[in-house]
């Protein structure tokens, strides 16, 4: 069917987008590390060789992230009827924890310099590291909106996931370039603050995509927005009188529709048949990320009232 291998196309279009978008983040991440552990080495600063080893760690969600939509786009097969969407999802909760665990890691170590008494945790870095805060804050910025662009265009939670991943390192060295740049101004406890106040940006992040996740793995709903939507649709499908009932349910980052149409009860097999496959072929071709759309027709009690 036409509508199904435009599905295909998509989708295929979309594993190519997920991974064109990690190969570059890779990249990225390994070129930045290096930058920032060379700095961290050369200007004496032990916060920017944290922040180094951060972005090496990040090439590793990034593999996360290739592994979980690599094996959500395989067909469904014997032990999986349904597909395997479901592993973008533990992709996704996989990255909020790491995601999770690196915020907590800043705001503890934000943390203990603030409470600690030895001075020479707040000791003050060199240029080098300032120039390397400020290059990786906008770096780390584009590729978080870079990523983030890309996601919500394949809808894909694992790929959002690596994106906040993007901003968190943005945002440790934000902390950083306040820290340096406080410390250089002779205000060293900046950097600890904003480690903190960092932290929770970053766990707040970790939840949200672990929440959206979870949501996907546990048959919820589609936003009543959407709902709305797919009813339209098929209330302008030529012979649907109404609808009796409509499910929705999210299923990684696919969605399964059941949907109840009312019809003429004077109408043919053959042409109820037609109508819900007319519903169908709409539902999909509006909709990319239906993977699956089950019709049942049922005649109006109207119809056979009059016809008693």
């Known amino acids: 069917m036409p509508v199904k291998k435009e599905k295909n196309n998509i989708h295929n279009d979309a594993h190519q987008i997920a991974m064109k978008v990690s190969v570059v983040s890779i990249a990225v991440n390994i070129l930045l590390s290096a930058i920032k552990l060379f700095a961290g080495i050369f200007a004496h600063s032990g916060a920017m060789i944290s922040d180094a080893v951060h972005s090496a760690s990040d090439v ?5 992230v290739i592994i979980g939509i690599s094996i959500s786009r395989k067909k469904p097969d014997r032990d999986h009827p349904y597909g395997h969407e479901r592993f973008e999802c533990v992709a996704s909760i996989v990255l909020a924890v790491i995601l999770a665990a690196t915020g907590l890691g800043i705001g503890f170590k934000g943390v203990e310099k603030i409470t600690s008494a030895d001075s020479s945790t707040l000791a003050v870095p060199e240029t080098a590291a300032l120039v390397t805060a400020i290059l990786s804050v906008a770096v780390k910025e584009i590729m978080f909106h870079y990523t983030k ?10 790929l959002m996931a690596d994106a906040w991943h993007h901003r968190s390192d943005a945002l440790s060295s934000v902390g ?55 009813k339209t649709v098929i209330l302008e499908t030529p012979d649907v009188i109404g609808i009796d009932e409509l499910k929705t349910r999210l299923f990684g980052s696919r969605i399964y529709i059941e949907v109840e149409i009312l019809m003429d009860s004077s109408k043919t097999l053959v042409e109820a048949h037609n109508t819900a496959e007319l519903v169908h072929d709409n539902i999909e071709a509006q909709f990319p990320e239906v993977k699956h759309c089950m019709v049942h027709v049922n005649p109006s009690s109207d119809n056979m009232h009059d016809e008693a």
């Open 60 to 64: 590793f969600s990034t593999f996360i």
């Open 149 to 158: 662009k890309a996601a919500k265009k394949i809808n894909s939670g694992a």
């Open 176 to 230: 950083a370039f306040g820290g340096i740049l406080g410390a250089m101004m002779g205000f060293p406890v900046l950097d600890p603050l904003a480690s903190v106040l960092i932290c929770v940006f970053i766990v707040k992040a970790a939840v949200d995509i672990f929440r959206d996740a979870v949501d996907k793995m546990i048959d919820k709903a589609c936003p009543e927005e959407i709902v709305e939507k797919m």
